[in-house]
């Protein structure tokens, strides 16, 4: 079996590379994944591709497998970049890691380097399994690494072909091999922040492409202008951070895209703007919808509304054909439109769609 490792430099796909050997696939290419705006925003940061890359390449001398580059920064332009400004516009949160995975790492690198390779193998943190005659995608063993909500968005045919070596470990056991393995980047810290970035900071992608527009943060209880943002689309519901406000903590539970004014409250009132009803569009299934999705009843799933350990049960009913209300057991403050809705039954990830502004 012909085996593509896609590997960036870190830990996970490092030690994912010698479980796949340890598991007994020998025919491996590794392929490191370009896909860094560092020509356009070099000005704003050293992008670290470089240095991943010299990882990447020491990981695999020392595994003797073969290290290809594949340049995808115009694929990631046009399919993530464009998406993530456009849901930014709009004053919606994008979701970017979710369509990487998508439409880059098993889409534009199949289309440019598939060239008879039977499986994709990752560091991601999930699991797959043969049910039914498909591909089933399972959250990973390690509740706090799980990736799930990362995959959620692949299609039947992507996930088919997904090998993830690391997904039953926990993820101080894949530390652990990556030490006994004496691998250079044992100890290097994980990746935070959006895969395309590096090093250049969110606010600042985000200047340089839509720029600032001045506008009022408002408390939201009292019409009292606290304060001024630069531009709505740097602020997304439940965010803390970066207001600049004294007398906090502050939330940001509020926007109006019209007039660029940010709402503000404090978590004194914040259970006041917290949601339990939202609904989800831009529906995806991973193995097709779930059982009973055609009835006016409402079914049991968990759901996740960003990436972490936490799964919330709710009641799922169906609207239309791409179209469903969420009802949450317990309302979260955090609800934004754009942002992605991962379902779940039990341990399988099923999909997920976007929340409705």
Same mark, same amino acid.
């Given at each position: 079996?012909?085996?593509?490792? &896609?590997?960036?430099?870190?830990?996970?796909?490092? /030690?994912?590379? %010698?479980? &796949?050997?340890? $598991?007994?696939?020998?025919?491996? =290419?590794?392929?490191?994944l370009k896909i860094w705006l560092e020509d356009e925003l070099s000005y704003l940061g050293r992008c670290p591709w470089e240095e991943d890359l010299e990882y990447a390449r020491e990981v695999c001398e020392r595994a003797s497998v073969p290290l290809r580059v594949a340049s995808l920064q115009r694929e990631y332009y046009d399919r993530v970049v464009e998406y993530v400004l456009r849901e930014l516009r709009s004053g919606t949160t994008p979701s970017p890691d979710i369509f990487c995975n998508q439409r880059i790492k098993f889409g534009a690198f199949l289309e440019a380097h598939d060239v008879g390779f039977d499986r994709i193998a990752t560091g991601h943190y999930a699991l797959t399994e043969e049910r039914g005659g498909k591909t089933i995608l399972k959250r990973?063993?390690?509740?706090?690494?799980?990736?799930?909500? %990362?995959?959620?968005?692949?299609?039947?045919?992507?996930? #088919?072909?997904?090998?993830?070596?690391?997904? #039953? @470990?926990?993820? #101080?056991? /894949?530390? #652990?091999?990556?030490?006994? &393995?004496? @691998?250079?980047?044992?100890? *290097?810290?994980?990746? $935070?922040?959006?895969? %395309?970035?590096?090093?250049?900071?969110?606010?600042?992608?985000?200047?340089? !492409?839509?720029?600032?527009?001045?506008?009022?943060? /408002?408390?939201?209880?009292?019409? *009292?202008?606290?304060?001024?943002?630069? +531009?709505?689309?740097?602020?997304?519901?439940?965010?803390?951070?970066g207001l600049g406000l004294p007398g906090g903590p502050w939330y940001v539970v509020e926007k109006d895209i019209a007039r660029n004014i940010i !709402? /503000?409250?404090?978590?004194? *009132?914040? +259970?006041?703007?917290?949601?339990? =009803?939202?609904?989800?569009?831009? @529906?995806?299934?991973?193995?097709?919808?779930?059982?009973?999705?055609?009835?006016?009843?409402?079914?049991?799933?968990?759901?996740k509304i960003r990436h972490g350990p936490e799964v919330r049960p709710a009641t799922i009913t169906w609207l239309e054909a791409d179209r469903l209300r969420v009802d949450l057991d317990v309302p979260d403050p955090g609800i934004a439109g754009g942002q992605v809705a991962v379902f779940y039954d039990s341990e399988v990830c099923l999909g997920g769609g976007t929340i409705a502004p």
């Amino acid at each position: 079996m012909k085996i593509a490792l &896609l590997i960036s430099g870190g830990v996970d796909s490092s /030690v994912a590379l %010698f479980r &796949l050997r340890e $598991q007994g696939y020998t025919d491996i =290419t590794a392929f490191y994944l370009k896909i860094w705006l560092e020509d356009e925003l070099s000005y704003l940061g050293r992008c670290p591709w470089e240095e991943d890359l010299e990882y990447a390449r020491e990981v695999c001398e020392r595994a003797s497998v073969p290290l290809r580059v594949a340049s995808l920064q115009r694929e990631y332009y046009d399919r993530v970049v464009e998406y993530v400004l456009r849901e930014l516009r709009s004053g919606t949160t994008p979701s970017p890691d979710i369509f990487c995975n998508q439409r880059i790492k098993f889409g534009a690198f199949l289309e440019a380097h598939d060239v008879g390779f039977d499986r994709i193998a990752t560091g991601h943190y999930a699991l797959t399994e043969e049910r039914g005659g498909k591909t089933i995608l399972k959250r990973g063993h390690d509740r706090v690494k799980d990736q799930t909500y %990362f995959l959620s968005h692949l299609r039947q045919e992507q996930v #088919a072909r997904a090998l993830f070596p690391v997904g #039953a @470990l926990p993820k #101080a056991h /894949v530390r #652990a091999l990556a030490r006994d &393995l004496e @691998l250079p980047n044992r100890e *290097r810290k994980d990746s $935070q922040g959006i895969c %395309f970035l590096g090093r250049v900071k969110y606010p600042d992608f985000v200047r340089h !492409y839509l720029g600032e527009q001045v506008g009022p943060i /408002v408390e939201k209880e009292t019409g *009292r202008t606290l304060g001024e943002h630069r +531009g709505y689309w740097f602020h997304t519901i439940g965010q803390r951070q970066g207001l600049g406000l004294p007398g906090g903590p502050w939330y940001v539970v509020e926007k109006d895209i019209a007039r660029n004014i940010i !709402y /503000v409250t404090q978590s004194a *009132r914040l +259970g006041e703007a917290a949601r339990r =009803t939202f609904e989800v569009t831009r @529906l995806h299934w991973i193995a097709g919808p779930p059982e009973g999705h055609h009835s006016s009843a409402g079914m049991r799933l968990e759901t996740k509304i960003r990436h972490g350990p936490e799964v919330r049960p709710a009641t799922i009913t169906w609207l239309e054909a791409d179209r469903l209300r969420v009802d949450l057991d317990v309302p979260d403050p955090g609800i934004a439109g754009g942002q992605v809705a991962v379902f779940y039954d039990s341990e399988v990830c099923l999909g997920g769609g976007t929340i409705a502004p």
